[in-house]
C-alpha cells in the first residue's frame, strides 16, 4: 500500500477546507497524510485543521504567501509519501477517491496522473451551471476530463498525483501562478514520464459560487494560456483560439445585426442554435431548468472572459517581443 501525501495549498478560505477535510475523513483507503499550507492567509484555517488531528494524519504549516504554485512545493518538500496528490482547496473528494487511485497505479502505474471534476448534489443552482459550462464540449471544457481528448494529457492541479521521483526530477513549479500546473505538467512529460488520466478518479469541484469571480476566474485562464506561450510556444494550440474567435464572432455579428440585419441575420440565427443546444444539454443532464438558463449565462462568461484575457495579454505579449 502507497503512502500518499495530500498537499493543499490554502488563502482565506477556512470553510472549504473544513468541507474537504470532513470528505476526506471519509475516504475508504486510510493510508494518506494531509499537509495544509497556509498561503499567508489573512483568515486561517489553524484551528479547523486542528480539529481533525485525531482523525486524520495531518500537518498545518503557515508561509509568506507566495502563490499556489511555490506553496505546493513546499508541501512536497515537507511530504512523507510515495506518492503527492495536489487538490485545491474548494474540493470536495469521493471516498473511494484513493481506492480508486491504488488500484488504477496497480494496474496501469503512471508517474503522474489527473482525473476530471463534477457537480455534488449540495452545490447550488449556479455552481451547477459553472460545472456544467467547465466540463461541456460546447465550450471546450469538456475536452481535458475525457478519455478521448484532444492531444497530449496535461493534469492540472485543483486533482493531480505525481510520484517523488517526478518531484525529484522536474524540481516541481517554477511559476507559482498563471498556467503553473500547465507547465509543470508539460515539462513532466519533456522528461519522459509516463503520464494519463484516471477517469474514475474525479473530485466535486466548486470552482466559483458567482458569476462575477467566474468571470475574473476564466479571465485569468486566459491570460495564462498566453504564458504557457511565453515558455512552450507550441503550447498555444487552434482549440485555445475558439474563445477568442468565438468572442470576436459575437461582437461582429452583434454590430452586424444592427448595422446590416439583412446580411448578418443569418450569423444570429447560427449563435441561437449553438446556445439552443447548450440549454438543451445542460438540461438533460442536470434536469433542471433553472440550472439550463444560467448555464447560458455561464457559458458565455467562460468563453468571453477566457477569450478577453486570451486577446490582451497576447497584445500585451507581443508588444513587449516587438
Keep these: 500500500m502507497r503512502l500518499y501525501s495530500v498537499i493543499v495549498p490554502v488563502y482565506n ?3 472549504e477546507v473544513l468541507e ?3 470528505s476526506l475523513v471519509k475516504q475508504t483507503y486510510s493510508n494518506f497524510e494531509v499537509i495544509i499550507v497556509e498561503d499567508g492567509s489573512d483568515l486561517d484555517c489553524k484551528e479547523i485543521v486542528e480539529s481533525f488531528s485525531s482523525k486524520l494524519d495531518i500537518t498545518y504549516f503557515f508561509k509568506e504567501n507566495s502563490g499556489q504554485g511555490f506553496s505546493r512545493n513546499f508541501g512536497f518538500d515537507k511530504a512523507k509519501g510515495d506518492y503527492f496528490v495536489v487538490f485545491d482547496s474548494d474540493c470536495l473528494i469521493p471516498e473511494n477517491y484513493f ?3 491504488e488500484k488504477s497505479l496497480e494496474e496501469h502505474y503512471l508517474d503522474a496522473y489527473g482525473g476530471p471534476d463534477r457537480e455534488h448534489e449540495s452545490f447550488t443552482n449556479t455552481q451547477k451551471a459553472i460545472s456544467y459550462s467547465m466540463t461541456s464540449l460546447f465550450t471546450t471544457g469538456g475536452i481535458r476530463g475525457r478519455k478521448g481528448h484532444v492531444g497530449q494529457f496535461h493534469p ?5 498525483g505525481i510520484s517523488r521521483e517526478v518531484y525529484e526530477k522536474t524540481g516541481g513549479y517554477i511559476i507559482t501562478r498563471m498556467g503553473e500546473d500547465i507547465e509543470f505538467s508539460i515539462r513532466i512529460l519533456a522528461n519522459g514520464f509516463n503520464v494519463g488520466l484516471i477517469p474514475d478518479a474525479f473530485v466535486y469541484h466548486k470552482r466559483r459560487t458567482n458569476l462575477m469571480q467566474f468571470y475574473k476566474q476564466l479571465h485569468f485562464f486566459g491570460r ?10 507550441n503550447e498555444i494550440k487552434v482549440v485555445h483560439l475558439f474563445p477568442a474567435a468565438f468572442l470576436i464572432g459575437l461582437v461582429v455579428t452583434i454590430l452586424g445585426t444592427v448595422l446590416l440585419p439583412k446580411i448578418f441575420v443569418w450569423f444570429a440565427g447560427l449563435f441561437g442554435v449553438y446556445f439552443s443546444l447548450i440549454a438543451i444539454d445542460s438540461l438533460l443532464k442536470n434536469k433542471n ?8 449565462a455561464a457559458a458565455l462568461i467562460q468563453l468571453s472572459a477566457y477569450g478577453i484575457g486570451f486577446i490582451t495579454e497576447g497584445l500585451k505579449f507581443k508588444k513587449s517581443n516587438n
Design 13 to 15: 478560505r477556512p470553510q
Design 20 to 22: 474537504l477535510l470532513e
Design 99 to 101: 481506492e480508486t487511485v
Design 156 to 160: 492540472r492541479s485543483f486533482n493531480m
Design 224 to 233: 495564462a494560456r498566453i504564458n504557457i506561450g511565453r515558455f512552450f510556444k
Design 289 to 296: 431548468l433553472a440550472v439550463a438558463i444560467i448555464s447560458l
